[in-house]
């Protein structure tokens, strides 16, 4: 085990220890983990502020820095105050030593991991940036690992100089204390659910965690970052493109890459105050958390694949309206690796764009962005051969396979990032078409921007523009608004100007 070069990355910021070739938990956090799996006759953990105090004793036997004194009293006001007495007495009495006797087992689950993953190419471990590759781990393990954030368990010394994100669930909690929008205790109800279901029946999937990298200089294999002078050549016909004004991107029914509107640091504000698009995915798809705990903030050419992440919770609302709504059963088939086929893309757009968004750099940082994102580099060798057939052969789209996997996706970067959805939703378009996605299916959330979104799509499926067709047409319309030569939307100037509101086939007959 002290070989393992995916071990000794990831060990520091993991509470157990390795000694003599095995993994331990330090014997004072192993005794306090066993009075705690005993039940409250035994530990005396019968309310959320003793919890907090079981906690901090814990945090000590790791040689941890204290609690927060804000998440000491967001545990208490949580587990005391907010759950009714007997959510709260299950909770102690059934959840809470279980979750003990799981962490208890994490050291064997852990060195079962590593064994199962011989060549460490999907072990457990930092995912540095440019470090293209996939950690596959096992629900059980997941929960392990996510029982040990809620606990508040890992080491927090070194993470931000590693640029990794937050992990522990200290400042979910504290945040319960001073923020008065409900949202954050819901946030904590869908959590706390996760922990219910996981503890009364441990799932048995798999879940993986790849990081996906456009490499900025040729290698041996896989596919470059394009510039400029690709997208403008580029033959690939745009995919089909579908626009529903109502609906949701994790409701999605076909087989698609379901986008995740991303912080560069995974997650976002998903265990702070954060509750937007990212941020409620985390809180339902739990499992997604544990890429915080290993996956560095992504690069410009870098994004973040998740495939098997099953949803515990229902909900509604969003931002401060968010509630959760109760228990959701997870009905999406499993893949060869046992893997829910369930593909969620994180991908981080350009924050509070302006004039960036309409220059070349910044539309070329975006749908590369998108594009690494989308691609599957699996087969980047049958990948470079469809895309130089359909770049010399008559733009034939029967080249692309019918089995390929589509994009379910919105208004990624439009809301408090402040990008343009109308440019938003043509690069993703074009990135989708160039990776050889088959379809986008385009959640608008009613933008009012985007009314016309569908009348223009369709004009242009129909004069079966290509990839560099659109791209030069996104390009030029940019050039004319940093000139102030425009000020219309993208929608409305690239359409004839003969052409009536609504008419589509006016053009095509």
Known sequence: MEARGDLRSILPYLPVVLRGGALFWPPA????????????????????????????????????????????????????????????????????????????????????????AADEARGLRILSSQDAGLVLLSQELAAALLACALFCLFPTADRAEARLPAINFDSLFAALCYNSRQSQEQKVRCLVHYFDRVTASTPTGSVSFERKVLPRRPESDGIMYPDMDTWMKSGVPLCKFRVFSSGLIEDEEQEALEV?????????????????????????????????????SMEDNEAIEIVGAERFSQYMGYGSSFRFTGDYLDSKPFDAMGRRKTRIVAIDALDCPTRLQFESSGLLREVNKAFCGFLDQSNHQLYAKLVQDLNTKDNCPSVIPDECIGVSTGNWGCGAFGGNPEIKSMIQWIAASQALRSFINYYTFESESLKRLEEVTQWILRHRWTVGELWDMLVEYSSQRLRGDTNEGFL??????????????????
Not at 262 to 272: D, F, H, M, V, W
């Open 260 to 296: 995740d509107f991303a912080n560069r640091y995974l997650g976002g504000g998903a265990l702070s105050r954060g509750c937007v698009q990212e941020e409620i995915r985390f809180m339902i798809n739990p499992e997604l958390i544990v890429g915080m705990l290993f996956m560095v």
């Open 29 to 116: 956090a192993q005794e306090a983990l066993k009075a705690l799996a005993l039940g409250p006759d035994v530990s005396r953990v019968s309310s959320g502020d003793v919890l907090a105090d079981a906690l901090a004793d814990l945090r000590l036997a790791l040689n941890l820095d204290p609690l927060p004194r804000r998440a000491a009293e967001g545990f208490a006001l949580f587990f005391d105050d907010l759950l009714s007495r007997a959510q709260a007495r299950d909770w102690f009495d059934h959840v809470v030593p279980s979750l003990a006797r799981l962490l208890l087992r994490l050291p064997t689950l852990l060195e079962g991991h590593y064994r199962a």
């Open 492 to 509: 409305t100037w690239l359409l004839p100007k003969d052409i009536p509101n609504g008419d589509v086939d006016y053009m095509c007959e």
